[in-house]
């Protein structure tokens, strides 16, 4: 409960590549798939995204389709976009894999792969890594869908829970106040 109370994501942005021990990335994957799963579908599939292959997505796939995407971008954005996965040394990227069920409806499935999202950020920040469940522009992009075997036309992208080394402690940040956003259905009226 106290790592839960005090859980905060270090941007991708600020971590450093570092390296994620195999035997923990074994664990952050294992505790991942433990989530609620409706009739054990598994409607959701890892993609790991480590090595050599963060830089050829990001120069072949992701800078190239910004560029196109944004001709007229600066070269400070064009520089981020050239060095996204880079930033973090073991992408996760969750696919949202729904299926056809008579009994159990795709939005169920949809928030399991959320739930999967979840598990791999918190496992991996539990272990002391610096981790941020992003989804961004990318996570819509047909061409990454493409590179990384995703078909786009039946699946998502939940997520990429980009894992690497803390360079500082994280801060908090402002949090609702539960008043604001809980209705008690406590009695009747």
Same mark, same amino acid.
């Given at each position: 409960i106290s790592f839960l109370e005090k859980r905060r994501s270090?941007?991708?942005?600020?971590?450093?590549?570092?390296?994620v021990k195999k035997?923990?990335?074994?664990?952050?994957l294992r505790i991942g798939l433990r989530v609620p799963d409706h009739g054990g579908l598994k409607p959701w599939r890892l993609k790991l995204i480590q090595g050599k292959m963060r830089k050829f997505l990001d120069e072949n796939i992701i800078f190239k389709?910004?560029?196109?995407l944004n001709p007229e971008a600066s070269e400070k954005i064009l520089n981020i976009e050239r060095n996204r996965f880079q930033r973090a040394h073991t $992408?996760? =990227? *969750?696919?949202?894999?729904?299926?056809?069920h008579k009994k159990i409806p795709k939005w169920e499935q949809v928030l399991s792969a959320g739930a999967v999202c979840s598990n791999i950020l918190y496992s991996a920040q539990a272990l002391g890594y610096a981790a941020q469940w992003l989804t961004e522009w990318y996570a819509y992009n047909h061409a990454l869908f493409k590179a990384l075997d995703i078909d786009y036309k039946k699946h998502k992208i939940a997520g990429f829970i980009?894992?690497?080394?803390?360079?500082f402690q994280p801060k908090e940040r402002a949090r609702p106040? $539960?008043? =604001? *956003?809980?209705?008690n259905f406590n009695e009747f009226t």
């Open positions: 270090t941007v991708a942005k600020k971590m450093r590549v570092g390296i035997k923990d990335l074994d664990t952050i389709e910004f560029k196109r $992408i996760v =990227t *969750v696919v949202s894999t729904p299926v056809y980009y894992i690497g080394k803390k360079s106040d $539960i008043k =604001t *956003v809980l209705q």
